[in-house]
Nanobody, 127 residues
Framework: QVRLVESGGGLVQAGGSLRLSCVAYGGTFSAYAMGWFRQAPGKEREFVAAATWRAGSFHYTDSVKGRFTISRDNAKNTVYLQMNSLKPEDTALYYC????????????????????WGQGTQVTVSS
């Protein structure tokens, strides 16, 4: 059974940084795309970033390009999201996701909703 455990969320002032981590349990995920989504209060969950299985291809939503960086360590079954220059509009519950189909492209992951999901970690950015 796949289980994803996120950590690293918290409260930060605008302009600050946070690093989210997500460890995947219940298998070997080196062949699967991993990524991050977020959901702000009163809004639908949206895609943030994804990395392909070899971390050779990345995809970001436009609003975080140049500020967020996704990376992964396949030996640790872990995906990271480094978030810099945070803005109040980045405030949301951030979810880790792992694709269900091997070798899913990063952009494809952004377009689908049928992933393995973590429970989420809260990020709050104060102005």
């Amino acid at each position: 059974q796949v289980r994803l455990v996120e950590s690293g969320g918290g409260l930060v002032q605008a302009g600050g940084s946070l690093r989210l981590s997500c460890v995947a349990y219940g298998g070997t995920f080196s062949a699967y795309a991993m990524g991050w989504f977020r959901q702000a209060p009163g809004k639908e969950r949206e895609f943030v970033a994804a990395a392909t299985w070899r971390a050779g291809s990345f995809h970001y939503t436009d609003s975080v390009k140049g500020r967020f960086t996704i990376s992964r360590d396949n030996a640790k079954n872990t995906v990271y999201l480094q978030m810099n220059s945070l803005k109040p509009e980045d405030t949301a519950l951030y979810y880790c996701a792992v694709a269900r189909v091997p070798y899913t492209a990063a952009q494809t992951m952004s377009e689908l909703n049928d992933h393995y999901w973590g429970q989420g970690t809260q990020v709050t950015v104060s102005s």
